[in-house]
């Protein structure tokens, strides 16, 4: 499987459909490939809190439709990176798109873990509930988006739901750089799968997004890693990987919890 990780910059000064029109033309361009991956939030702004109602869409809205076309023209599998989705019942939330070789989209999922505690989409989005993977012709690729990489049981989850891979658009802070490359390696590592996080960079909404888009392998080790500015970073993997390395290092088979709750020392019954 050949996989690119568009990293684009995201910033104040284009709008939404210039960065479409731009984000469209580099994924054309990616002939050949198997997987294409776009950040989070990348039309709208992740951090632009005062363009989200505005720039809100539906799931066959403006950007589905030019990554569609984007994604038939280049013949791949296109993970759209996520859009602020507003439902019928008019809440909003990030929600990323997973579209087809075709161009018709083939699984979507709403973010579960909502960043911002008292800001962003803690107060502005709505939560999503449902675990998501999608069979492709390269393996089964499982969903998640920037802040869940702080949850490992969403990654349990999408371990059990059969996933060989996860992809996971983000727009993470350079601030907090540091915890970005130790999770997801960790998170590759833990649960034996390949990993693929692709981080905008530029600046809006007063933060400066990290970069360092990465790929890593079962063992956790980085296949590739993207800089700061701009650029696409393109790896080659081989998802036998995860049989063979689950098959020799079988740490998954000794999974004991969760334990139902009670009974712990100190405790007596009766």
């Known amino acids: 499987m050949r996989a ?32 294409v991956v776009l950040p989070e939030l990348w039309a709208a702004g992740a ?34 990176g996520s859009i602020v989705e507003r439902d019928k019942d008019g809440t909003l939330y990030n929600t990323a798109l997973l579209l087809d070789r075709n161009g ?14 008292d800001t962003g989409e803690a107060t502005s989005m709505g939560a999503g509930e449902d675990i998501v993977t999608v069979r492709t012709d390269f393996g089964v690729v499982g969903l998640a988006t920037c802040y869940d990489l ?12 059969g996933a060989e891979l996860v992809v996971v658009p983000a727009a993470w802070p350079a601030a907090r750089l540091g915890h970005w490359r130790l999770l997801t390696r960790t998170r590759a590592l833990e649960d034996q799968v390949f990993l693929l996080a692709c981080c905008a960079t530029g600046e809006h909404g007063g933060m400066r997004q990290g970069g360092h888009s990465v790929v890593a392998d079962p063992w956790g080790t980085v296949l590739g890693e993207a800089g700061t500015a701009e650029e696409v970073l393109t790896v080659d993997a081989d998802l036998a990987e995860v049989a063979r390395i689950r098959s020799e290092l079988p740490v998954l088979l000794d ?11 100190g405790e007596s019954g009766g």
Do not use: C, N
Request: proline fraction near 3%; avoid cysteine.
């Open 255 to 265: 999974r004991v919890l969760p334990l139902r709750a009670g009974g712990g020392a």
């Open 150 to 161: 702080r949850f490992p049981e969403l990654f349990r989850g999408l371990l059990d739901a």
């Open 4 to 35: 690119s990780l568009i990293q684009l910059s995201v910033d104040s000064s284009e709008s939404a459909e210039e960065r479409r029109r731009r984000a469209a033309s580099l994924v054309r361009g990616r002939t050949g490939d198997d997987l």
């Open 47 to 80: 951090w632009s809190y005062d363009r989200w109602e505005r720039e809100a869409e539906s799931l066959d809205g403006p950007t589905a439709e030019a990554m569609s076309a984007a994604a038939r023209r280049a013949g791949v599998w296109l993970h759209a």
């Open 104 to 117: 018709d989209l083939r699984g979507h999922y709403r973010k579960i873990h909502r960043y911002g505690f």
